[in-house]
């Protein structure tokens, strides 16, 4: 493996070494901002990543701007109903198209010249674009006179995006994770609540967090309460995919009790908590009755936004007779998230320190974050001094 300005030579070794005697990421990799906008370009820019909600796209008409891997991204929703990814850049002089969401949006006109694209992208007319008065009507066909097209895939409520286009089918990419979810029917979900958290943490730690439950007993005393460390297994993990999960043997009203299940779920999916993560940044937990994703999105080398959404089988989502139920089930992950963000703001922290580089893990629990460890420094590799 090639080892690049973050990374001796020793690296590599260390991160495919038996756990024990392993390590993960150095420091560099959750402070220096040069590896923050390197990890842009071969993380973000070059992998399936989650852009945006769709349910923000609901109607025809919709046009949306986000940012994804530093890029002003426009997402748009025509009347066919598909949701489109490109670049937020006019062809002609490069202004911004559009700064704000809009939902009834028949053309994008750019406030500059007033060049004028439809909802798919195509550029459309060009005012006086000959001289005074001499309109460009019918633009020529050619894929140089239209918007940039980002490679984008609508799964559910979550639009994901891959702006290199290099990273393969979305079809691919989430295939592993349909397999393992088959029993649950996503298309009885609808959201019921979000919660958003701005923490002063690489969004490599929520990442790393998320995926281990060692800390469980020593962080979140009422989850321990609910599966206790004898019950829990070991992170796993599979190429792109991150994994956990427990039986429990209790309902609680706090991860849902009295809420309608996924219909038809079998038995042995009735007491099954599993929480996946699709890397880089999209992780999600599936229980009988919800489904929580966390969105952990870089806003610097050291601090990140996190975002928890919240969906329930049915009226379980909006039924007022469930309310208070639902209530519940989201305090409690506002409230877990907030014992983990005291966690990882402390390892952020940590990591500005010279007595630490890498770690000292548990064969047990951490094979998986040397496994994360392993996808960064393949994604960044590439980028040698
Ligand atoms: S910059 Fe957009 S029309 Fe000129
Ligand atoms: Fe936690």
Request: charged letters at 20%.
């Amino acid at each position: 493996m090639n080892s690049n300005q973050w990374f001796d030579s020793t690296l590599w070794d260390r991160l495919s070494a038996p756990t024990a005697e392993g390590s993960t990421l150095p420091n560099a990799a959750y402070v220096d901002p040069d590896f923050f906008a390197a990890e842009r370009d071969c993380v973000f820019k070059r992998h399936w990543v989650f852009a945006e909600f769709a349910h923000l796209l609901a109607e025809p008409g919709s046009v949306r701007p986000v940012e994804v891997a530093g890029q002003s991204l426009l997402l748009t929703k025509d009347t066919d109903g598909v949701i489109r990814a490109f670049h937020n850049v006019c062809i002609h002089r490069g202004a911004v198209l559009i700064e704000e969401p809009r939902s009834d949006c028949r053309n994008i006109v750019c406030p500059n010249h007033s060049w004028s694209y439809s909802l798919k992208g195509k550029l459309l007319a060009r005012p006086h674009f000959f001289g005074g008065d001499q309109h460009d009507t019918k633009p020529a066909e050619c894929t140089s006179n239209n918007l940039v097209e980002i490679a984008c895939h609508t799964w559910h409520d979550w639009v994901f995006v891959n702006i290199s286009g290099d990273a393969g089918p979305f079809s691919s990419y989430i295939a592993p994770v349909l397999e393992k979810i088959a029993d649950y029917n996503l298309d009885s979900l609808r959201l019921g609540g979000t919660l958003s958290f701005d923490i002063e943490a690489n969004w490599k730690l929520a990442v790393e967090n998320f995926i281990e439950p060692y800390h469980v007993f020593s962080c979140h005393p009422w989850l321990h309460s609910f599966v206790t460390m004898a019950e829990r297994d070991a992170p796993t993990f599979e190429d792109h995919i991150l994994l956990c999960g427990y039986t429990f043997q209790r309902t609680d009203p706090a991860r849902g009790e009295g809420l309608p299940y996924f219909p038809g779920l079998p038995e042995h999916k009735k007491n099954r908590g599993d929480w996946f993560v699709l890397f880089p940044n999209f992780a999600f937990e599936i229980f009988p009755d919800q489904l929580a994703t966390l969105v952990t999105t870089p806003i610097s080398a050291q601090s990140s936004r996190e975002t928890i959404s919240l969906y329930f089988v049915g009226e379980g989502a909006d039924g007022e007779q469930f309310r208070a139920a639902r209530d519940t089930v989201i305090k409690n992950w506002h409230d877990l998230n907030l014992e983990d963000i005291g966690i990882l703001e402390r390892m952020q922290r940590g990591r500005l320190s010279d007595g630490f580089n890498g770690g000292v893990l548990s064969p047990y629990w951490d094979p998986v974050q040397q496994h994360f460890a392993r996808l960064i420094y393949k994604a960044m590799a590439s980028t040698s001094q």
